[in-house]
T-cell receptor
């Protein structure tokens, strides 16, 4: 089983839509979880950390379910500028990346 | 805003040649990393470095690879004898702590081995 699994997409959604990405992980000892965003041929950039209690940052909501080893990212009111690849990332003193889910928001 | 800088942005080299990729991490960070991303694939961990020594390395980081912090600011990745399959984007990253904190990535060096 892969350490981090994500649906590669692409998810094609209209502006204003709500879209959700899921991620599962196999290492139950993982302590920290993140969502990174990567634009085409650019470096990954931290979008948000993910906490067990769930956390929200503007239009973005992240959830962690340790029992199911499952992480989610919800984007509300999608903007054209949200088009990117969203990377589910575990931190075990090094970052373990999923393959990413590509999002394309269209007008 | 402090940032990780990498040079060069693009390096083309012939198979069998040595390359050195350079990085300047954020000045108060203590942990340094190299990752690579082959085109169309996921970002993969290569090596972590702390207190002037390698903390952890992946299976990818074989004897052809080495890292060095030659002075107080630079962090380098050397590939001794490049292969075609070394063609990838190489990202340097740094962080204050190894976990629970954000790792900041440089813009990457695109290595093309011909």
């Amino acid at each position: 089983r892969k350490e981090v699994e994500q649906d590669p997409g692409p998810f094609n959604v209209p502006e204003g839509a709500t879209v959700a990405f899921n991620c599962t992980y196999s290492n139950s000892a993982s302590q920290s979880f993140f969502w990174y965003r990567q634009d085409c041929r650019k470096e990954p950039k931290l979008l948000m950390s993910v906490y067990s209690s769930g956390n929200e940052d503007g239009r973005f909501t992240a959830q962690l379910n340790r029992a199911s080893q499952y992480i989610s990212l919800l984007i509300r009111d999608s903007k054209l500028s949200d088009s990117a690849t969203y990377l589910c990332v575990l931190n075990t003193d090094k970052l373990i990346f999923g393959t990413g889910t590509r999002l394309q928001v269209f007008p | 805003e402090p940032e990780v800088t990498q040079t060069p942005s693009h390096q083309v080299t012939q198979m069998g040649q040595e390359v050195i990729l350079r990085c300047v991490p954020i000045s108060n960070h203590l942990y340094f990393y190299w990752y690579r991303q082959i085109l169309g694939q996921k970002v993969e961990f290569l090596v972590s470095f702390y207190n002037n020594e390698i903390s952890e390395k992946s299976e990818i980081f074989d004897d052809q690879f080495s890292v060095e912090r030659p002075d107080g600011s630079n962090f380098t990745l050397k590939i001794r004898s490049t292969k075609l399959e070394d063609s990838a984007m190489y990202f340097c990253a740094s962080s204050v702590f190894p976990s629970d904190t954000e790792a900041f990535f440089g813009q990457g060096t695109r290595l093309t081995v011909v």
